[in-house]
């Protein structure tokens, strides 16, 4: 007779399996934030007081834990590369993009992007004999197909309404390809190490390229409520919370999970922008994020890829 699992050794399954949901849901909120914040301070002062605020908390984590840090000078590198794409780069150009004039579910449905970029881009280099078939299918074609109609109809439909222009459109293409070149690096290059201090290597990167650039904005910073609750939640729920668990995710081979469940952010930062600021949320909309979210399960959702991914992110 099959033993039953305790409720103790279920513990770090259930877990494990949490991990990813938790990401996504306070990933989500990422763009909100940017929208929130956005009217009381230039975007890269905004990011260079949170990435400054977020090494001030993991200092003190790692000085009172004593974790330890990455010997390999390589490793520094590596971490460092990956601190200036999955930081200064995604975030410089989501909070700029949101700064001149895209709506947060706008943005967020751009860089939902990251996920097939991310999958193709791994079973286009797969070259293992067990995966020679995981080339791109005409299943993963028309999910593009189907993705790429359903993003066009949502930004055809803004662009006379004069949120969407090729400055702001620019800067979200900026940071999707930042995050996707962040996270396939960080995956190929950065070794498992403590993610106290992986992440304040990464941060002080991100700090270092961030900061000389607030020289060249324009704006005035204002202590406001909103200004200063989007901060506190920037440093205490998506750096230390978000970015630390997208760090723990991708060492664990977690990149399949996260990915299936990336595209659901869209959707639910499009409902509380439509809630909280009330950002316009058409039919035409609804259906373009359905066509989106079909066409990106299409292309994840294919056996050769899948193989792809799951040799790649080591599982």
Not at 28 to 45: D, E
Not at 144 to 172: C, D, Q
Request: proline content about 5%; hydrophobic content about 55%.
């Amino acid at each position: 007779m099959q033993k039953r699992a305790s409720p103790v050794s279920d513990a770090p399954r259930a877990w494990a399996r949490a991990l990813p949901v938790s990401f996504v849901l306070i990933w989500s909120t990422g763009f909100i934030v940017a929208r929130y914040g956005m009217p009381h301070a230039p975007p890269l002062t905004f990011l260079s007081m949170r990435y400054a605020l977020s090494l001030l908390c993991f200092g003190i984590w790692v000085a009172l834990s004593r974790p330890a840090w990455p010997r390999d000078a390589r490793q520094w590198v590596h971490l460092m590369v990956c601190g200036v794409f999955m930081h200064a780069g995604y975030l410089g150009g989501v909070w700029a993009a949101v700064k001149a004039g895209i709506g947060a579910g706008t943005v967020a449905l751009l860089v939902s992007l990251q996920p097939v970029l991310t999958a193709l881009w791994l079973a286009s280099r797969t070259t293992d004999e067990t995966t020679a078939d995981a080339g791109v299918s005409r299943q993963q074609w028309l999910g593009l197909f189907v993705g790429l109609a359903g993003l066009t109809l949502v930004v055809w439909r803004k662009l006379g309404t004069g949120e969407i222009t090729a400055w702001n459109l620019g800067l979200a293409i900026f940071a999707l390809l930042s995050i996707t070149i962040g996270t396939l690096y960080q995956k190929r290059y950065v070794a498992p190490c403590d993610v106290r201090t992986a992440s304040t290597v990464q941060l002080l990167a991100a700090l270092l390229v961030t900061w000389p650039l607030t020289w060249f904005e324009s704006g005035v910073l204002a202590w406001h409520p909103q200004l200063i609750g989007a901060l506190a939640w920037s440093v205490l729920m998506l750096t230390l919370g978000g970015s630390s668990l997208l760090y723990v995710l991708l060492q664990r081979g977690a990149a399949t999970r996260v990915t299936s469940l990336f595209y659901l952010v869209p959707a639910c930062t499009a409902l509380l922008a439509w809630v909280l600021f009330g950002e316009a949320l058409t039919p035409s909309m609804l259906v373009g994020m359905a066509l989106t979210v079909a066409g990106v399960a299409l292309v994840l959702h294919n056996g050769p890829l899948q193989r792809a991914k799951r040799v790649a992110a080591g599982e």
